[in-house]
């Protein structure tokens, strides 16, 4: 057996989970359930949310589960790759517009004129 930086689930690994904080488990599955549940916006359209925030997060194990549970609710291929795309723009975008930060440190160094 190896190490690996994602372990996959097991029964030995949800065991601890569930026996080493059951009360918080609990409260998150209900928490879960409820923010999935169909309501001003379908369960399709929320996993293809989850999705994007999945990559956002750059979780692996919520990027495998809700692309299956967004497969499961309906969605395509086609919608599931927008919503990646969604997201990557976002990433990038939030990059962009913290740029203004760097520029504001080099204008207050003087180092402001970049040409």
Partial sequence: MHDCLYPEADDQLARMRRELAPQQLEAFRAFSKQ???????????????????????????????HTEAALQ????????????????EMRA???YAHSLLALDTLRKSGVGDAR
């Fill in 35 to 65: 923010a999935f549940a169909d309501g001003a916006l379908g369960r399709r359209t929320k996993q293809l949310i989850a999705v994007a925030v999945a990559h956002v997060t750059q979780c692996p194990y919520c990027i495998r589960n």
């Fill in 73 to 88: 609710a309906g969605a395509s291929g086609q919608q599931i790759m927008e919503a990646v795309w969604v997201a990557s």
């Fill in 93 to 95: 975008g939030a990059a």
